[in-house]
């Protein structure tokens, strides 16, 4: 298995702009997690799924974060309107039901200007 | 609320001196504690799963240990490669997520 897949890795975008992330998760598990991870407040748990349905969204900051899982092989985290605060790096983990821990990705940097 | 506190936020070590890193946490019931390593631009990778207070992991130069407070990774005789920031989180009991500390950055000196 290619494990869990990002993209983009790297974005830059200006203010107001909508941005989207992208996340293939490791094929048969069940759940998805998004996290944020900036230098003061460590990684954060923004979203989770349990096959598909999201389960606990209480980590989002503002309405301005939205995300969707459509199947069990894909996955997205938008902001719509990108702030200079959103400027972090976004991972996406995997993983199956129980305490395994996770699979995390290569994550998406990104830097709103 | 869980919490995870790791102690220090930064250690450099020459290679080959031993030393500990501290993970405090609070959980409303511990399913499973988590070491996790990170390298700078990547995620993190998983380490070792500890589950009940007496328990040890060992992997290579790496040992994890848990008592109900806390938990210790003990690095001995430290290579460069060993240089990274290491995680530590908690899973509660009837959850999936973890809560992670803001973690340790090592840095083993030739």
């Known amino acids: 298995d290619a494990g869990v897949i990002q993209s983009p890795r790297h974005e830059v975008t200006e203010m107001g702009q909508e941005v989207t992330l992208r996340c293939k998760p490791i094929?048969?598990?069940?759940?998805l997690f998004w996290y944020r991870q900036t230098m003061m407040r460590g990684l954060e748990l923004l979203i989770y799924?349990?096959?598909?349905?999201?389960?606990?969204d209480s980590g989002m900051p503002e309405d301005r974060f939205s995300a969707k899982m459509p199947n069990a092989s894909f996955s997205t985290l938008k902001i719509q309107p990108s702030e200079p605060r959103d400027s972090a790096v976004y991972f996406c983990?995997?993983?199956?039901?129980?305490?395994?821990?996770?699979?995390f990705g290569s994550g998406t940097r990104l830097t709103v200007v | 609320e869980d919490q995870v506190t790791q102690s220090p936020e930064a250690l450099r070590l020459q290679e080959g001196e031993s030393s500990s890193l501290n993970c405090s946490y609070t959980?409303?019931?511990?399913?499973?504690l988590f070491w996790y390593r990170q390298d700078p631009g990547k995620g993190p990778e998983f380490l070792f799963t500890?589950?009940?207070a007496g328990e040890e992991k060992e992997k290579e130069r790496l040992k994890a240990t848990l008592t109900k407070k806390e938990s210790f990774l003990h690095i001995t005789a430290p290579k460069p490669e060993d240089s990274a920031t290491y995680l530590c989180?908690?899973?509660?009991?009837?959850?999936?997520?973890?809560?992670f500390g803001t973690g340790t950055r090592l840095t083993i000196i030739p």
């Open positions: 989180a908690v899973q509660a009991v009837g959850n999936e997520k973890l809560t």
């Open positions: 799924f349990n096959n598909n349905v999201p389960i606990d």
């Open positions: 983990a995997s993983s199956l039901q129980g305490p395994y821990g996770y699979t």
């Open positions: 094929s048969g598990h069940d759940y």
């Open positions: 959980v409303s019931g511990l399913r499973g």
């Open positions: 500890l589950y009940s």
